[in-house]
């Protein structure tokens, strides 16, 4: 069968087919106490190969199989070729990513090693070690700083996206001051905001003085959501709330700008996915900043959900569980 890919089915199998497949007399009598009267195989084929046979015995003179019989065996291995075919494409896809996970890891790893060296020696121009610097070269320097804090941080989305499909983030819970957390996150978007004359606020006013959660992880997200909230947003305000809303803490982060369409609403957590609006082509960023933030969100066991509607601006919400989730702790 295996080498014409043609099923097979016997109403009444012959006394001398178990005689020539004993391999002496005992073997037979086992064979025999087996009382096989009925026998049918048919092949595990998938459309591009043959994954083996499957083999079906009757020990009873009660049914014999049949050509219904068959028909129903060849649907049952149809079915099974299938379920075994997509269980080996699911398993060379989590080999594959895997592989690309260890890959993104050891290269973010040898990236990050010549930029901080870049970074340093950056530092060390500004502070005018080796002798003062023109005007003109303080910009080129600045340009230089600002280009490789980018790559940096483009870099450490890739490192983080490894670590998370890698299953290998882990969580440092701790108690810690909800408004120092809240103002040292949005004093680093001020910056930019003020260039583009945003107005930033916060409300925590609605929320706990101290949380139990990975401050770090925590600080990460909302920079994600915040920093994402400046860079579309040309004019209005970008706003971050905290409040209760029954057993979880939800920050939102609400902002005047763009707005993303429905259509595209479900592929913004998906990583190196943008919004694909014309003046998104004009930003930067690697598209990994909301999927690493979802995955942080999830790992601190809550999640981030959207409302927007194009030119009415966008609200991110992160929900996070009030009782720390139940993971490994470093």
């Known amino acids: 069968m295996l080498r014409t890919g043609q099923p097979e089915m016997m109403e009444r199998i012959p006394e001398q087919l178990l005689e020539d497949a004993a391999h002496d007399a005992e073997h ?31 020990s009873s003179d009660v049914h014999l199989y049949g050509p219904e019989d068959l028909r129903l065996a060849e649907d049952l291995a149809s079915r099974a070729a299938f379920a075994i075919e997509k269980a ?78 890698a299953g290998k983030a882990d969580l440092r819970l701790g108690v810690f ?72 803490l939800a920050f939102e982060v609400r902002d005047t700008g763009i707005g993303i369409a429905p259509d595209q609403q479900r592929l913004l957590f998906e990583p190196f996915m943008q919004v694909d609006q014309s003046m998104t082509r004009t930003q930067g960023g690697s598209g990994l900043g909301l999927a690493v933030s979802q995955g942080l969100a999830q790992l601190l066991g809550g999640s981030i959900t959207l409302v927007s509607e194009p030119g009415a601006g966008s609200a991110f919400t992160l929900h996070l569980p009030v009782i720390a989730p139940d993971v490994p702790i470093v």
């Open 28 to 58: 037979l009598r086992l064979i025999r106490e087996l009382n096989l009267v009925s026998y049918m195989a048919v092949p595990l084929r998938t459309p591009d190969s043959l994954l083996g046979v499957i083999t079906f015995v009757s």
């Open 88 to 165: 080996q494409l699911f398993r060379a896809a989590q080999q594959a990513n895997e592989a690309k996970s260890r890959f993104l890891a050891t290269m973010s790893h040898e990236f990050r090693t010549p930029l901080n060296a870049i970074l340093g020696y950056s530092d060390l121009l500004e502070a005018e070690i080796k002798g003062p610097l023109n005007d003109g070269q303080k910009e080129q320097l600045s340009r230089l700083r600002r280009s490789a804090i980018h790559l940096r941080d483009l870099i450490n989305d890739v490192l983080d996206l490894s670590r998370l499909e």
């Open 177 to 248: 001051d909800l408004q120092d957390l809240v103002a040292h996150t949005v004093e680093l978007v001020q910056p930019d905001a003020t260039g583009k004359s945003l107005e930033v606020s916060t409300d925590i006013s609605a929320a706990p003085a101290r949380v139990n959660s990975d401050s770090g992880k925590l600080r990460q997200i909302l920079l994600n959501l915040l920093s994402n909230a400046v860079k579309f947003t040309q004019k209005g305000s970008v706003k971050l709330s905290v409040r209760m809303e029954g057993e979880s």
